[in-house]
């Protein structure tokens, strides 16, 4: 079994997915207003979040980095969900992240996004990192460009029309 790295931040525990996210994850993706920038912009029902719930730890095992259940460190609590996605058909590494609703506008997907992203330049040694960010998605823009991301250009991705931010590694001495 692969072992998922758990990060910390000031605030927040990014873990690997269990059973005790399972409740609190479905009803994120049950939730149109949670969904509606993600996929098809659908929600799920229980069974397609845990088949969502499964594909996000099962990316772990096929590439070696995927995605962390986010937690308050306080509390326990789930926050949502943030890492790198790269299944079959996407156009490259992705940093992605999908609060619940009640834990937007907090600063929390930066913070937690900020981890991942050093992950996958410290860890996974990536040379560039994309978010994919429906046109709409103004927050996650935001997001994106607090986190260093540059619009590079627009691209026709699952059916929307979606803005392709480009992330790079930091530059390093010597």
């Known amino acids: 079994m692969i072992e998922i790295p758990t ?3 000031d605030r927040l525990r990014l873990t690997a ?12 993706l049950g939730d149109p207003a949670s969904t509606r920038f993600v996929g098809d912009g ?5 069974m397609n979040a845990w088949r969502s719930m499964a594909m996000l730890l099962g990316h772990w095992a096929l590439r070696g980095y995927g995605m962390w259940a986010v937690e308050l ?10 890492g790198l996605h ?13 609060l619940m609703p009640d834990h937007q506008h907090r600063g929390y997907a930066t913070e937690a996004a900020r981890a991942a992203l050093d992950f996958a330049f410290a860890q996974v040694k990536a040379l560039r990192v994309v978010s994919l960010i429906r046109i709409e998605n103004t927050a996650s823009e935001r997001v994106a ?5 540059r619009q590079a250009t627009t691209i026709d991705f699952l059916g929307s029309a979606t803005l392709v931010y480009i992330y790079h590694p930091p530059e390093t001495d010597g």
């Open 7 to 9: 990060l910390e931040t």
């Open 17 to 28: 997915f269990g059973n005790r996210h399972f409740e609190a994850y479905a009803s994120m």
């Open 42 to 46: 659908h929600p799920l029902d229980r």
């Open 73 to 82: 460190k306080d509390s326990g609590e789930f926050v949502g969900r943030v």
């Open 86 to 98: 790269h299944p079959e058909g996407w156009p490259d590494l992705e940093l992605g992240w999908m």
């Open 145 to 149: 460009r607090r986190l260093g991301g």
